[in-house]
């Protein structure tokens, strides 16, 4: 395609060169360059593009898109925009020829849920018959395939070729996840939604490399209710109105507020061996008796927000019914058949906030004993592994103190500072440091009515040893366990 044409909605000023240069692909990442392609220079966190500008051009590049002034060869042609994240998502939708105006789109944001909604949503879509793709932390899962990404909104450049691919793969929907700061980058843009989610907005990314303060977190998750058409909104979240300030869209609530418009009520743990989820019922514009295949009550504020988006395809109250109580998230309290009357859960559980969010949980499902696996990685800050171990001893009935990525550590030294941990509690533990030997302990030692977490790697399915990543899907392990008993 000409660069003026993949460039068609973006002012831009010609610093030599011509406009009427062929290219055959828009590269951002200079280790990816192929010759005739254009080059973005945008800038991120660790480094600049524009350091690379030279070496894009020694690989063939023909076009530079910048910012700052660069110095090649006058045969080249430079572009300068003023922003290249722009650039780069207006001239990724020209290549890929607008995917997004094939699909129904659905973006969802907010601090906590978003993963959990946006499985929730593809499995009712998917129940209902209508394939649908997903993009966020999980990767980008088309059918049973999954393609990883870097963040969980990735760049523009691969949100646009993967909403390509769904098209090609016969995908009507795309459900993704939309984080404040992909909005603040640009990522999203030249999406106009049709619908757009907000989950609950709290405490995090604040820092030197993602939002100075909480009002500017909150304006960028903002940015999205500019460009969708329909905006469904958790209305017991107290932040709702000042997001909605300056949206543009329509706008629809849910949550037990009796204010909703999907009103939920009567919530109550569910619990049985190898089913742990939450019920409750719905009023308002839909009326259903629910049963959800993820503990905590929580859980019920997400399936309100994916009733509420899918009810807007006509989907059956079946569907709806069927998709949230065969709902599962890979690594998220996702839960592995065994024979036994006991609960099996694999967890990406990793620091001590989320560990603790995961056992009050499940705490409240009165199990016989809960008992938790974990290790710690290494080459990290120490106290995270002293807080796990205090965590985990305060709120389970065992702990079996395992291995995760050492790294470059010693996995009795991860080992040694986790006890240091669960020693300040009363709670009982044992240490097996294999991984895989800990399942089996785990396994062979479950007792009826327990629940059983291996928190830690949850969607991972390496090991990380002196520099190696080793492969480690713990659903293969558990399933080799079981067949040899």
């Known amino acids: 395609m000409k660069i003026k044409d993949l460039l068609s909605s973006v002012e831009y000023t010609l610093i030599q060169g011509t406009d009427t240069q062929d290219v055959c692909d828009v590269i951002y990442d200079s280790r990816k360059v192929v010759g005739g392609c254009a080059f973005v220079c945008i800038k991120g966190y660790a480094t600049d593009g524009h350091k690379y500008a030279a070496d894009a051009v020694e690989k063939g590049a023909t076009v530079l898109i910048v910012t700052d002034d660069v110095d090649v060869p006058a045969e080249v042609t430079v572009i300068k925009v003023a922003d290249a994240r722009v650039a780069l998502s207006a001239m990724s939708t020209e290549y890929f020829h607008h995917p997004a105006k094939e699909l129904t789109t659905i973006a969802v944001t907010g601090t906590k849920g978003k993963t959990t909604t946006v499985s929730m949503i593809r499995s009712i879509l998917e129940c209902a018959g209508i394939k649908t793709g997903t993009i966020g932390t999980l990767g ?103 997001l909605l300030k300056d949206s543009t869209c329509e706008v629809e609530t849910y949550g037990f507020s009796e204010d909703a418009d999907l009103t939920g009520f009567g919530d109550t743990l569910l619990a049985r061996a190898g089913y742990i989820g939450v019920h409750f019922n719905t009023k308002g514009v839909k009326e259903l008796s629910v049963d959800v295949a993820i503990p905590g009550r929580f859980s019920a504020y997400n399936a309100l927000a994916a009733i509420s ?144 977490v291996l928190a830690g790697k949850g969607h991972e399915d390496y090991q990380e040893i002196k520099g190696v990543k080793y492969h480690l899907d713990e659903r293969e392990v558990i399933a080799d366990i079981i067949k040899s008993m």
């Open 140 to 242: 980008i899962i088309i059918d049973n395939n999954i393609f990883k990404t870097n963040n969980t909104t990735p760049e523009s450049y691969e949100i646009q070729q993967a909403m390509r691919k769904m098209v090609n793969m016969g995908c009507k929907a795309v459900v993704m996840e939309v984080s404040s700061i992909g909005l603040k980058q640009h990522r999203t843009d030249n999406i106009l939604f049709d619908y757009a989610v907000f989950t609950n907005f709290s405490h995090d990314h604040i820092g030197e490399n993602e939002h100075k303060d909480m009002e500017e977190y909150l304006s960028c998750k903002a940015l999205l209710f500019k460009q969708s058409k329909l905006g469904l909104i958790n209305i017991d979240d107290e932040n709702y109105t000042e």
């Open 309 to 452: 988006v899918c009810r807007h395809f006509g989907v059956t109250d079946e569907a709806l019914l069927k998709g949230l109580d065969t709902v599962k998230v890979k690594g998220r309290v996702e839960t592995y058949p065994v024979p036994g009357n006991y609960t099996l859960l694999i967890d990406y559980a990793h620091n001590a906030v989320s560990m603790e969010n995961v056992l009050t949980t499940l705490r409240e499902y009165k199990p016989t004993r809960l008992i938790t696996m974990f290790g710690a990685g290494g080459n990290r800050p120490k106290v995270r592994r002293y807080e796990m171990g205090e965590v985990s001893g305060k709120l389970s009935d065992l702990t079996v103190i395992t291995e995760d990525n050492s790294r470059f550590e010693d996995v009795n030294d991860i080992i040694a500072d986790i006890k240091v941990g669960i020693d300040k509690t009363d709670g009982k533990y044992v240490i097996v440091p294999n991984r895989v030997d800990a399942i089996r302990y785990c396994i062979e030692n479950a007792q009826d009515g327990d629940i059983i």
